[in-house]
């Protein structure tokens, strides 16, 4: 669902930017043919580019991330039993509704539009056919007060007495254009895009556009066979005449005037400046998303990791001779201590503050003199071990941690994160606490791990032996 959204919100800066660019450097322009297909294609780019990476040269210079890598153990999953009756679940989660409701929306303008096309075909079965000179679109004289519009092939004319001979052949020199240049199709597709992205406002505002460019372009074709003044003139008489079925092609719209103003610039030249302009500021964009891409997965591993279990085993030190002293050299900071990691629980859990607490297991002199010389691996070719294996791991923790009855009063739920290094004799020190939740729970969780002090045989690397670090996620529910 994250995704998801991340990647609709791409989409929409990338379409907001290829808009303005439009409204303030092609808009009224008379490259009309250009215009027309930066408005088809803008929204496919829009869509496209956010899933696009370019190899960009400096991604391979990005500063690691500062985490210590570890190895994570198996979450445990502490269950307390509250004594009230549990809620009820909802229905449906936000997000389910959600998309409930984008469905239902599209759903209602797809149907919309079937009516509209339904509706057309009615009308064609009803209206009469008129003898043409050509032969690329049938004309049909409509009944009634429906205006003249254009619909893939046919040509609707409604009632035009007001007008004179001239006039009339210009309306349907007008309409015979759209059903030329294929109008109805671009129509159609920016109606079945707003039913798809109809949360989006700059799609309406986009198919508003193209519908302008459509009428300058056919008044551009009469303009071939009268004079300006002349058109205008018509234009100015129908200007109050409104459309009644959305997607045909109608000669008589509200931007009227400016078709008026576009009938200004019939045979200036067209600017090539302008329309080269476009390619830098779509090559910006696929630079700036594929940079934010890179930037991106770095903040994720350190800030909203999908899993503890991703952040700390994709960390980049799983060498398996490479301590932590050594990887410091290397550009990874072991006081960091994954602190970064911390994430928030949900609105009913207490507040989270990440902090590193001072080991509370108290090791030996040998012990400090060898943590002093060596620091803990994250691998090695002998992993230490519980006596028993994990699974005696497992029940001895189950047997071992308890809910603390405050907690499970004040409804407190969630994660706790601990880390801790086995160390060449097996004990347990640098118990430290990464992710807090509660004080109790944070105490139990911390209880439990010392709990397990002398019940570990020791790491090897090259049958030595060798400190090095865990961590162990602990989840307290209660249901």
């Known amino acids: 669902m994250e995704t998801m959204l991340n990647y609709l919100l791409q989409s929409a800066i990338a379409l907001l930017v290829l808009y303005l660019f439009y409204r303030l450097v092609l808009h009224n322009q008379p490259g009309l043919l250009f215009n027309r297909l930066y408005l088809l294609l803008t929204p496919v780019l829009a869509l496209t580019i956010p899933l696009l990476e370019l190899p960009l040269p400096f991604q391979?210079?990005?500063?690691s991330t500062d985490v210590i890598p570890a190895i994570q153990l198996q979450e445990i999953q502490v269950t307390g039993y509250n004594s009230t009756a549990p809620a009820t679940a909802p229905l449906f989660t936000t997000g389910q509704w959600l998309l409930i409701l984008y469905g239902v929306i599209g759903l209602v303008l797809l149907f919309?539009?079937?009516m509209q096309v339904i509706r057309i075909r009615t009308l064609a079965s009803a209206a009469k056919p008129l003898q043409s000179s050509g032969t690329e679109a049938t004309v049909l004289q409509t009944e009634g007060q429906f205006p003249s519009f254009a619909f893939l092939h046919y040509v609707f004319l409604g009632d035009m007495k007001h007008l004179s001979a001239q006039e009339q052949q210009q309306i349907l020199s007008h309409e015979m254009a759209h059903v030329r240049l294929r109008h109805t199709y671009d129509v159609l597709y920016y109606e079945i895009l707003t039913a798809l992205l109809w949360f989006n406002p700059l799609v309406w505002l986009m198919k508003e556009e193209l519908r302008n460019v459509h009428e300058f372009q056919a008044d551009a074709e009469v303009l071939a066979n009268c004079q300006p003044q002349?058109?205008?003139?018509?234009l100015a008489k129908e200007a109050l005449y409104m459309a009644g079925i959305p997607v045909g092609s109608y000669f008589q719209k509200p931007q009227v005037f400016r078709r008026l103003r576009m009938l200004q610039?019939?045979?200036k030249p067209v600017s090539k400046a302008r329309l080269l302009l476009s390619l830098p500021v779509i090559l910006i964009l696929l630079v700036a998303f594929s940079s934010s891409k890179v930037s991106a997965?770095?903040?994720t591993l350190v800030?909203?990791?999908?899993?503890?279990?991703?952040?700390?085993?994709?960390?980049p030190a799983r060498k398996a001779s490479t301590p932590i002293g050594e990887q410091k050299r290397e550009g990874i900071e072991p006081a960091a201590a994954t602190a970064n990691a911390a994430t928030t629980e949900p609105a009913k859990t207490v507040k989270n503050e990440v902090k590193l607490a001072e080991p509370t297991a108290t090791p030996n002199i040998a012990t400090e003199n060898a943590s002093s010389t060596e620091k803990p691996y994250t691998y090695v070719e002998q992993m230490p071990e519980f006596k028993g294996g994990e699974s005696e791991m497992m029940k001895f923790m189950a047997r071992q941690v308890r809910y603390p009855k405050s907690a499970q009063d004040a409804g407190v739920e969630g994660l706790v994160v601990?880390?801790?290094v086995v160390d060449k004799t097996g004990g347990l020190n640098e118990i430290t606490l990464l992710k807090s939740l509660h004080e109790d729970l944070d105490k139990e969780a911390i209880r439990v791990v010392e709990a397990m002090q002398g019940q570990w045989d020791p790491g090897k690397q090259n049958g030595k032996a060798v400190p090095v670090r865990y961590t162990l996620p602990v989840r307290f529910a209660i249901k």
């Open 112 to 114: 919309r539009l079937g």
């Open 60 to 63: 391979a210079v990005l500063p």
């Open 265 to 267: 610039l019939h045979g």
């Open 418 to 420: 601990l880390s801790f």
């Open 303 to 315: 800030e909203e990791p999908a899993s503890l279990t991703e952040l700390l085993v994709m960390a």
């Open 297 to 299: 997965d770095v903040t």
């Open 230 to 234: 002349e058109y205008s003139s018509l």
